[in-house]
């Protein structure tokens, strides 16, 4: 399997301008993660979404940040406007049923690195 | 508040010398316990996962040990090598009720293996 997929790698924007990051899960997984990391604040879960339904955004800082899933391989975040200090590494990650929370692992994506100038 | 405290912060330590990283949680109730290793510039990846009554768990050259009682857990590294140079991260799994359970993250461990 080619593991979780995510695009862009890079992207550098600048402030105001719309920021979307994609995902393409493992096949087979049920459950799709959306993290951020900073130096400061380490990994975050912002969403996750079971068989394409959301069911926490607790962690999505503010309404500037969406999150959908039309399928069970493709997930996009959204960030409008992008601000300089949503400047971090976006992880996408997939789980089997039951999830990361459960002992089933968590197969993390390359990550996307966002700097907004 | 549930946490996950890590440390050392940063390690650096000769190649073939062994090392120990150490994860300290408040989480309540707990699940499980997992390792990451992430390389630079990578995403993180899986080493062990560890459930109440585990106590060691071992992967390679990494061991991981869990004290549920003191609510700590170790990551051994046995004769370094300079591919495991990376951040290490701590993950303690809580369950929160109605099905529904919470990954609490440790802010890592920097480990810098040199020749």
């Known amino acids: 399997d080619a593991g979780v997929i995510q695009s862009p790698r890079h992207e550098v924007t600048e402030m105001g301008q719309e920021v979307t990051l994609r995902c393409k899960p493992i096949?087979?997984?049920?459950?799709l993660f959306w993290y951020r990391q900073t130096m400061m604040r380490g990994l975050e879960l912002l969403i996750y979404?079971?068989?394409?339904?959301?069911?926490?955004d607790s962690g999505m800082p503010e309404d500037r940040f969406s999150a959908k899933m039309p399928n069970a391989s493709f997930s996009t975040l959204k960030i409008q406007p992008s601000e300089p200090r949503d400047s971090a590494v976006y992880f996408c990650a997939s789980s089997l049923e039951g999830g990361g929370y459960s002992e089933n692992t968590i197969y993390f994506g390359e990550g996307s690195w966002l700097t907004v100038v | 508040k549930n946490q996950v405290e890590q440390s050392p912060q940063s390690l650096i330590i000769l190649e073939g010398k062994n090392c120990t990283l150490q994860c300290n949680y408040t989480v309540s109730p707990f699940s499980n316990l997992r390792w990451y290793k992430q390389d630079t510039g990578r995403g993180p990846v899986s080493l062990t996962i560890?459930?109440?009554?585990?106590n060691t768990k071992s992967n390679g050259r990494y061991t991981a040990t869990l004290d549920a009682d003191t609510k700590q857990s170790s990551l051994h590294i046995t004769a370094s090598q300079l591919s495991d140079s990376a951040s290490y991260i701590c993950v303690v799994n809580t369950y929160s009720g109605a099905g529904s359970y919470q990954l609490t993250f440790g802010k890592g461990t920097k480990l810098s293996v040199i020749p």
């Open positions: 096949s087979g997984h049920d459950y």
């Open positions: 560890m459930t109440f009554s585990e």
């Open positions: 979404f079971n068989n394409n339904v959301p069911i926490d």
